[in-house]
C-alpha cells in the first residue's frame, strides 16, 4: 500500500476534523459534572437539559440528503467544504460569543441557559458539517485506504473529547489554570483553524489528487 503526500495530509485535516467535534461532545459532557460540583442549587433535571442538545446527532440521516445534494455550481470540486468550512466559522463565533458573556471562572447554573443555547447550535452545526466530513473522509484517498480514513474518525473523536475533558476538569476546577472565558476563546480559535486548514486544503494542490476517490466512489457506484 503505498500513501501519497496529499493522503497523508488530508488524513490529517479529517482527524483535525473529528477532533473539533470530540471537543464539543465533550464540553457537553464534562460541563454539566462542573456545574453540579460549584452550585449547590443546580439539580440534576436542570443539568439534564444540557444533554438534549446531543440529539441532533440522531437526525443526521434527515441532513444527508440537503448537505450531498445542495452545492454551488461554481464550487463543485470543493462542495464537501461549501459546508465544513462556514459551519465551523458559525461554531467558532458561537464560542467567542458565549466567552464574551462568561465571567466565570468556572462553569456556573447561571450559565446553564447559555449553554443549552450555545451547545444546541453547536450540535446542530456539528451533526450537519459531520456528513460533509464522513463523505470527504473517503473521497480524499484511494478505495483501498478507505478504511484507514474511517479509522481517523475514531481518532479525532478520541483526542478532541479527551483534551475538553481534561482541560474542563483541570483548567477550570478549583485549583484550576484557566478561565471558563479562555477556555471558550480556545475552543473558537481551534474551530476557525480547522476551518481555515481545510479551507486551504481544498484549494491548494494537495487536492488535486482527491479527485481520484470521488471517481473511485463513482466507479464503485456504477458497477452496483
Same mark, same amino acid.
Given at each position: ?30 460541563? %454539566? ?39 454551488? %455550481? ?11 468550512? %462556514? ?63 474511517? /479509522? ?14 481534561? /482541560? ?5 476546577? %478549583? ?50
Amino acid at each position: 500500500m503505498t500513501w501519497r503526500a496529499c493522503e497523508v495530509i488530508h488524513l490529517i485535516v479529517i482527524t483535525l476534523l473529528y477532533a473539533c467535534q470530540g471537543m464539543t461532545g465533550g464540553t457537553a459532557a464534562i460541563a %454539566p459534572i462542573l456545574i453540579l460540583d460549584n452550585t449547590p442549587s443546580a439539580t440534576v433535571s436542570m443539568l439534564g437539559t444540557l444533554t438534549l442538545a446531543g440529539y441532533f446527532a440522531s437526525f443526521k440521516f434527515v441532513f444527508a440528503p440537503l448537505v450531498d445534494g445542495l452545492s454551488i %455550481p461554481a464550487l463543485a470540486k470543493h462542495r464537501r467544504v461549501q459546508w465544513i468550512f %462556514p459551519l465551523h466559522l458559525v461554531m467558532a463565533a458561537g464560542y467567542a460569543t458565549l466567552a464574551v458573556h462568561s465571567g466565570e471562572d468556572t462553569f456556573t447554573a447561571g450559565q446553564i441557559p447559555n449553554l443549552i443555547i450555545a451547545l444546541t447550535a453547536f450540535s446542530l452545526c456539528s451533526s450537519v458539517q459531520d456528513v460533509a466530513v464522513d463523505a470527504w473522509a473517503v473521497e480524499g484517498v484511494s478505495e483501498d485506504k478507505a478504511a484507514t480514513a474511517g /479509522l481517523m474518525q475514531l481518532v479525532g473523536m478520541l483526542l478532541g473529547s479527551s483534551a475538553a475533558t481534561v /482541560l474542563v476538569q483541570a483548567g477550570l476546577g %478549583p485549583n484550576g489554570f484557566m478561565k471558563v472565558t479562555s477556555y471558550l476563546y480556545l475552543c473558537a480559535a481551534f474551530a476557525a483553524f480547522v476551518a481555515v486548514v481545510s479551507a486551504l486544503h481544498s484549494a491548494l494542490s494537495f487536492s488535486d489528487c482527491l479527485g481520484s476517490g470521488e471517481q473511485t466512489s463513482s466507479a464503485v457506484g456504477d458497477k452496483k
